[in-house]
């Protein structure tokens, strides 16, 4: 079993909608959660940073972490085609990534 | 402008010869490390470093070598040892090597192995 799992899509949704990614993970030492954001053939920007369950906002994006679950979300509200990339969830204790899910937002 | 640096952008190798791939970072960060990026996988930890003169392998440190001679400097050598080195490589960096840093990346270097 892998540490981190994240379902790779790909995932197209149409312009304006209500975006959800998701990870699991399965090592409890993990405790500072992030969302990266990679478009193509580029290096990955830091998204959001979170240590605590619950969710944290930045305008259009929500990260949520659930530690009793082993779960995190990333929402992305009113989406547009600039979100159009691939998406990488990342977590700390030792860094580690889940494989990354590919969203295109179609106008 | 702060922010880390690699080059070059595109490097073509031979099977059997050694390529070095250059990271150069302005931010007075003392950590940095190098991942391996495949389609389909996260990165996968290559090597890192906390402090100049210092460096740790990773998970997948075999066929790889590097060095940290100076702070604002850490190349990674792919070596002929390295049985599948055609991939995206993305250098990072971070403040400390702490776990409640961030680490930042820089644009990659696509290797390909003709």
């Known amino acids: 079993q892998k540490e981190v799992e994240q379902d790779p899509g790909p995932l197209s949704v149409p312009e304006g909608a209500i975006v959800s990614l998701n990870c699991t993970y399965s090592n409890s030492a993990f405790q500072y959660f992030m969302w990266y954001r990679q478009y193509s053939r580029k290096g990955p920007e830091l998204l959001m940073y979170?240590?605590?369950?619950g969710n944290k906002e930045d305008g259009r994006f929500t990260a949520q972490v659930d530690k009793s679950s082993k779960y995190i979300s990333l929402f992305i509200r009113d989406s547009q085609p600039s979100d159009s990339a691939t998406y990488l969830c990342a977590m700390r204790h030792d860094m580690r990534f889940g494989a990354g899910t590919r969203l295109t937002v179609k106008p | 402008d702060g922010g880390i640096t690699q080059s070059p952008k595109y490097l073509f190798r031979k099977e059997g010869q050694n390529v070095t791939l250059s990271c150069e970072q302005n931010?007075?960060?003392?950590?940095m490390y190098w991942y391996r990026q495949d389609p389909g996988q996260g990165l996968r930890l290559i090597y890192y470093s906390q402090i100049v003169n210092d460096f740790q392998k990773g998970d997948i440190a075999e066929g790889y070598s590097v060095s940290r001679e100076k702070k604002e400097s850490f190349p990674l050598t792919v070596t002929s040892a390295q049985k599948n080195p055609t991939a995206f490589y993305l250098c990072?960096?971070?403040?400390?090597?702490?776990?409640?840093?961030?680490?930042?990346f820089g644009p990659g270097t696509r290797l390909t192995v003709l």
């Open positions: 990072a960096s971070s403040f400390s090597g702490q776990v409640t840093d961030t680490q930042y």
């Open positions: 931010l007075n960060h003392d950590a």
């Open positions: 979170t240590y605590s369950s």
